[in-house]
């Protein structure tokens, strides 16, 4: 799954490290989550959203999914 | 609970068991040789290590508890990679030794160790990607 994540972090100017205290996870979790090697559990995706303010849909792209 | 946080507490857990369980393993080996083979106080003695090696796992389930799901997701894999590893040995060489009776016996204590270095190594492996 595709996200846009990098993208966002980089227009509110946060590191990773800053971001994955934000949401209580590792650095090295969101770089993971950035890079498409693991994709968010519903919780965390809602979280990822709440914290930007958008709809999960609007961060994630699962229509390479299928 | 904070990355950082569920790191300081699963390392002083492991520096701790695993400092336990060496003191205990040399101690043993000492006073073991004072002992009966075989004899009760002999066995009871030797399942002091056992005992740090119970404290090495806890630690371990408690970390998997308290990390974030990437974390987690990424240490089963590892622990997956450690028990394929375990039973791909016991199982083919089980096999040989079944087979072959002059053939010298697998300590079951290496189960231990052998599963461990791979689900460190893989770990490391994969940290290493996420860097």
Sequence with gaps: MENNLKTLRGEKGWSQAALGDQLDISRQSVNAIETGRYDPSLPLAFKIARLFDMKIEDIFDDSGAD | MKPKQANKRYFSAMLGSSLGYLGSVFGVSFLHDKLVDGSIPGILLSLIPGIFICLMLLSVWRYLKD??????????????AGLFALLALSGGWGLVE??????????????????F?????????????CV
């Design chain 2, 98 to 115: 079944l087979f072959n009776d002059s053939l010298p016996r697998l300590p079951v204590f290496f189960a231990f160790p052998v599963f």
């Design chain 2, 117 to 129: 270095l791979t689900y460190g190594l893989v770990t490391a492996i994969r940290y290493k990607r």
């Design chain 2, 67 to 80: 990390v974030d799901e990437v974390v987690r997701h990424e240490l089963i894999q590892a622990m997956m």
